[in-house]
């Protein structure tokens, strides 16, 4: 079965730190990979996703995901962190030919930053 | 606003009431799928339903029912469910099955939080 692994279920940074969730999920084929926050009390959205193409994708808010398939990764980054960015982050992945319906989520972390 | 929209946001019920919860996309996609975020637990995907027709049940107990009258409206029916059923549920929808590449992607709702007594 397809899971995907969140590496931290927490992590605490202050504002201006340098950010990296890794992601790693366990399927060998085509993959659709994506990364959704959920700020306190609001709803999922997504931050950015992977298809195909360029490895490095830019997000929404200055984050960034470098997909290595060869690590069957896709970590998220953003530089410098700001107090705003408080929230819960998930990354999912799709299978890219088939079972279209099925997205699959990672446990998620919690990203907590002191101002 | 996503264009999902979950009502109630709130939901306190007993283990032998009967309620629902609703969800409303304005979106115009034909995709719908009820999600269900527990803590400490990955979300797990539970229905889903294209133009109307369920196309997935994820091994839900029937407990739980799903309705979709049109590809607009997705209902979750909830009857008799235990205490480890509280949870936020989500409701999701994308344009069409299939790949989820372009804009075929998941847009959630902001999900109605149930606590089961």
């Known amino acids: 079965a397809q899971s995907v692994s969140q590496h931290n279920h927490h992590v605490i940074l202050s504002e201006a730190a340098s950010l990296e969730l890794g992601c790693n999920y366990s399927?060998?084929?085509?993959?659709?990979l994506f990364w959704y926050v959920q700020y306190p009390g609001q709803h999922l959205q997504l931050l950015l996703k992977?298809?195909?193409?360029?490895?490095l994708v830019k997000g929404i808010k200055g984050f960034e995901a470098e997909f290595i398939k060869s690590k069957f990764s896709f970590n998220l980054r953003k530089p410098s962190v700001q107090w705003s960015d408080t929230a819960e982050y998930f990354c999912?992945?799709?299978?890219?030919?088939?079972?279209?319906?099925?997205?699959?989520f990672g446990g998620g972390t919690r990203v907590l930053v002191k101002p | 606003e996503t264009g999902v929209t979950q009502t109630p946001r709130h939901l306190v019920m007993g283990m032998t009431n009967k309620k629902s919860l609703k969800c409303e996309q304005h979106?115009?996609?034909?995709?719908m799928y009820w999600y269900k975020q527990s803590a400490k637990k990955p979300l797990e995907l539970m229905f889903v339903?294209?133009?109307?027709?369920?196309?997935e049940n994820n091994s839900v107990p029937s407990r739980f029912s799903p309705e979709c009258p049109n590809s607009s409206h997705l209902f979750l029916h909830l009857h008799t469910l235990q205490p480890e059923d509280s949870a936020l549920y989500l409701c999701?929808?994308?344009?069409?099955?299939?790949?989820?590449?372009?804009?075929?992607?998941?847009?959630f709702g902001a999900g109605s939080r149930l606590t089961v007594l």
């Open positions: 979106l115009g996609h034909n995709a």
């Open positions: 399927y060998g084929g085509t993959v659709n």
């Open positions: 999701a929808s994308r344009p069409g099955q299939g790949e989820m590449t372009g804009a075929n992607v998941l847009t």
């Open positions: 339903y294209n133009f109307k027709e369920q196309t």
């Open positions: 992977y298809f195909s193409g360029d490895p």
């Open positions: 999912a992945v799709a299978r890219g030919k088939a079972a279209g319906n099925k997205l699959t």
